[in-house]
């Protein structure tokens, strides 16, 4: 599915009996409301997630995006943010001066992926539109968003070379790793099971009962 709500609808509608998500996607899916699905105790799987990078960019290449990671990671930014966008929920921007430079660094994001990228008031903000701003400042550019709900538009457009940099909660993959160039992880994460209330696994609560089955 090419985004997160098409996937639930499909979820619902009992088109297809599970939904493998981002633990902390998911639950803040489901906190708004999502009718007639639950999550199943356990872990699914653990991803590691980067930042997509242009090779047509000249304000951004794999290694100064790697810089900058390394830099909020050992200075702790990162964990700062997850703490105040994945555990605690704050979802509060916090002020970022940038630069007045004739740089700018174009960034692809989904805009419909609550905590990581959304709307709030009007307001683009959560966890990858705060990164995108940190990393813009380090590069001293100004910062541009082109906002698509389509994961396949948002990968071309940085393949492309229309925007400079894909942060989007992007897991790596050995496709991905094929299609474009990404910087090393910024964060793991861990996937849950989302299933439907009504689906043949209605009675399953965990994954250990899904062990030998088909679904």
């Known amino acids: 599915?090419?985004?997160?709500?098409?996937?639930?609808?499909?979820?619902?509608?009992?088109?297809?009996?599970?939904?493998?998500?981002d633990q902390t996607t998911g639950r803040a899916e489901i906190s708004r409301g999502v009718d007639g699905v639950?999550?199943?105790?356990?872990?699914?799987?653990?991803?590691?997630?980067?930042?997509?990078?242009?090779?047509?960019?000249?304000?951004?290449?794999?290694?100064s995006i790697n810089s900058c990671i390394n830099e909020l990671t050992n200075d702790g930014t990162?964990?700062?943010?997850?703490s105040r966008w994945l555990d605690i929920g704050n979802y509060q921007m916090p002020s970022i001066d940038m630069p007045t430079?004739?740089?700018?660094?174009?960034?692809?994001?989904?805009?419909?992926?609550?905590?990581?990228?959304?709307?709030?008031?009007?307001?683009?903000?959560?966890?990858?539109v705060e990164l995108a701003k940190r990393i813009a400042k380090k590069l001293n550019a100004q910062i541009e968003f082109?906002?698509?709900?389509?994961?396949v538009s948002l990968i071309a457009s940085t393949t492309s070379g229309?925007?400079?940099l894909l942060i989007a909660n992007l897991y790596v993959t050995d496709e991905r790793q094929q299609e474009m160039t990404l910087s090393?992880?910024?964060?793991?994460?861990?996937?849950?099971?989302?299933?439907?209330?009504?689906?043949?696994?209605?009675?399953?609560?965990s994954l250990?009962?899904?062990?030998?089955?088909?679904i």
């Open 162 to 164: 229309k925007t400079d």
């Open 78 to 82: 990162i964990a700062d943010m997850e």
């Open 38 to 63: 639950k999550i199943l105790d356990g872990d699914v799987s653990q991803s590691s997630i980067a930042v997509g990078i242009s090779d047509y960019s000249t304000i951004a290449n794999e290694n």
């Open 101 to 128: 430079s004739s740089k700018v660094l174009k960034v692809a994001t989904s805009g419909t992926v609550e905590p990581f990228s959304f709307y709030k008031n009007g307001e683009l903000t959560g966890f990858d």
């Open 184 to 205: 090393i992880p910024y964060r793991t994460t861990r996937g849950m099971l989302i299933v439907r209330d009504y689906s043949k696994l209605k009675g399953y609560t």
């Open 1 to 21: 599915y090419q985004d997160v709500a098409g996937a639930y609808r499909a979820l619902q509608q009992g088109k297809i009996d599970a939904l493998l998500q």
């Open 146 to 151: 082109e906002v698509n709900i389509n994961y």
């Open 208 to 214: 250990e009962q899904l062990a030998n089955k088909t």
